[in-house]
C-alpha cells in the first residue's frame, strides 16, 4: 500500500515538473503585458480617449472656446470684405470701357480659362502716385474676377505682380525690373514705358520665350506687343487745348509742362494741344514747353518760365505730377489766378479745381485701364484676339462736375 502511494505521488511530481518546464521554455524573453495604471488611456463611451485630469479637460474647452471665437472673427471678415467690395459693372468708368474700347468686351471673362497657378507679370512707370495706384485697383479686381469666375483657391489662384520704380523719370531701374520679372517666366507681361525706345531688348527676350506683351498707358516704338490700352492722348490734348482757350477768352499767351520727353504719352498730349492750337485758336501762342528732367526741378522750370513771361495767361500740364509742381509754382510767385488745365486728378489738383485755381482737368480712367489691361493680358495669354488699340476713355472734369457722384471714380488721392 505505501509503495502504491508513493509511486502515485513521484508520478505526479514528474507531471508538474514537466509542466513547469514548458512554461520556462515559453518566457524565455519575458514581455511585461501589463501596463501600469497611469499609462492606460482612459476610453469614454464614444471609443476615443478621455483627458486624464481635469485641468486638461478646462484646457480642451479653452482651446474650442477660441477656436470657435477664431472661425467667427475670420467669417466676419470675410463678409466684411465682401461687403467692401463694390460691384463696379454699372460704374461710369467700366460702362465707358465696355462701350468704347473697342471690337471686343474688356469687362468680360468669358472664355478665359487660365491654367491654376498663372502669373500675370505688371511693370509700370512708378508705383508711388494715385493714378498708378487707381491702374492696380483695376487690375486687382479683375484677378479677383477671374479667381472667382474659374473657382480657384490657395496655390490654384492667378498670380498678379505689380512692379515699377518710385521715380518716373527712373529709366535704368524699370528696365532692370523688367529683366528680372522676365527671368521669372510669366505667362504674360503687361508694361508701362518709361521710355518708348528703351525696352527693344526686353520684348525681344519675351517674345523668344513666348511671353506675350500687353502695353498700357504708353506705347513702345521697337519690339512685338500684342495689344496697347491707353488713352487716345492726342484727342485728349486736343480737347485740353479747347477748355484752356475757354479760361483765357480765346487770346494770350500760354506755356505747357510735360512729363519726361521719352515718354509717348507725353509726346502725343503735347502734340494734340499743339495741333488744335495751331489749327483753331491763331490768338493764343505757346511760348514755352519743357519737359520733366533730372537737372532742374518742374517747379523750378515753371518758376523761370513765369518769370521770363510775366503776361502768360494760362498753363498746361501733361500729367499729376506736374499739374501739381505749377500749381505750387503759381501760388509762391503770388499768380494763383493764373487759368491751369491739366491731366489726371489728384488730391491737390481737386482742391484747386474747388477754389477756382485750376480750370480743370482731363482725368483718365486709370481703373478701367487696370481691368481692360489684365483681360487683354488673359486674352493673349490664351491666343485670342485682342483689339490692337484699346480705348479706356476719359473725362473733362470741372468746378461743375467735381462733385458729380457718376465721376468719383475718376478721381483718387
Known amino acids: 500500500m505505501k509503495r502504491t502511494i508513493v509511486a502515485l505521488l513521484c508520478i505526479a511530481l514528474a507531471v508538474g515538473s514537466l509542466a513547469g518546464c514548458g512554461d520556462k521554455d515559453k518566457n524565455e524573453v519575458p514581455v511585461n503585458t501589463e501596463a501600469k495604471a497611469e499609462d492606460k488611456p482612459v476610453v469614454g463611451s464614444n471609443g476615443e480617449p478621455q483627458k486624464d485630469t481635469e485641468e486638461d479637460q478646462k484646457e480642451e474647452e479653452k482651446d474650442n472656446t477660441e477656436n470657435a471665437v477664431n472661425t467667427g472673427e475670420d467669417e466676419k471678415s470675410q463678409d466684411a470684405e465682401e461687403e467692401k ?46 493714378y498708378w495706384e487707381t491702374v ?32 518716373e523719370t527712373d529709366v535704368e531701374s524699370q528696365i532692370n525690373i523688367i529683366d528680372a520679372v522676365l527671368a521669372e517666366n510669366p505667362g504674360v507681361l503687361c508694361l508701362a514705358a518709361i521710355d518708348m525706345e528703351s525696352c527693344q531688348a526686353q520684348l525681344e527676350t519675351a517674345e523668344e520665350n513666348g511671353i ?68 483753331n485758336h491763331p490768338e493764343i501762342k505757346i511760348v514755352n514747353v519743357s519737359y520733366e ?85 488673359a486674352r493673349a495669354w490664351l491666343g485670342l484676339e485682342n483689339d490692337s488699340f484699346i480705348n479706356p476713355g ?10 458729380d457722384e457718376k465721376l468719383k471714380n475718376y478721381l483718387y488721392e
Open 293 to 377: 528732367n533730372e537737372e532742374m526741378s518742374v517747379k523750378e522750370m515753371a518758376a523761370k518760365v513765369l518769370d521770363e513771361n510775366p503776361n502768360l495767361k494760362g498753363y498746361f500740364c501733361t500729367n499729376q505730377m506736374t499739374a501739381d509742381e505749377v500749381l505750387d509754382a503759381l501760388e509762391e510767385a503770388g499768380k494763383e489766378d493764373m487759368a491751369v488745365v491739366g491731366f489726371d486728378a489728384g488730391k491737390k489738383q481737386k482742391e484747386a479745381i474747388k477754389n477756382g485755381r485750376e480750370a480743370g482737368v482731363i482725368a483718365q480712367n486709370p481703373y478701367g485701364m487696370g481691368y481692360a489691361t489684365v483681360v487683354a493680358a
Open 136 to 167: 492696380k485697383k483695376g487690375m486687382e479686381a479683375a484677378v479677383k474676377d477671374l479667381n472667382k469666375k474659374l473657382e480657384y483657391k490657395g496655390d490654384d489662384k492667378i498670380k498678379l505682380s505689380f512692379e515699377g520704380p518710385s521715380d
Open 212 to 279: 506675350p506683351v500687353v502695353v498700357l498707358d504708353s506705347g513702345v516704338v521697337t519690339g512685338t506687343v500684342n495689344s496697347v490700352c491707353a488713352t487716345d492722348n492726342k484727342a485728349a490734348g486736343a480737347d485740353a487745348a479747347k477748355k484752356l482757350s475757354e479760361a483765357i477768352g480765346g487770346s494770350g499767351k500760354i506755356a505747357v509742362m510735360a512729363h519726361i520727353e521719352s515718354s509717348e504719352s507725353s509726346q502725343d498730349r503735347e502734340a494734340g494741344f499743339a495741333d488744335e492750337i495751331a489749327a
Open 85 to 130: 467690395d463694390a460691384d463696379m459693372s454699372e460704374d461710369l468708368t467700366m460702362t465707358t470701357l465696355k462701350s468704347s474700347a473697342g471690337t471686343i468686351d474688356y469687362t468680360s471673362l468669358e472664355g478665359l480659362d487660365l491654367e491654376a497657378g498663372g502669373h500675370i507679370a505688371v511693370v509700370v512707370k512708378s508705383t508711388k502716385t494715385g
Open 394 to 403: 476719359y473725362q473733362w472734369i470741372d468746378a461743375a462736375s467735381l462733385d
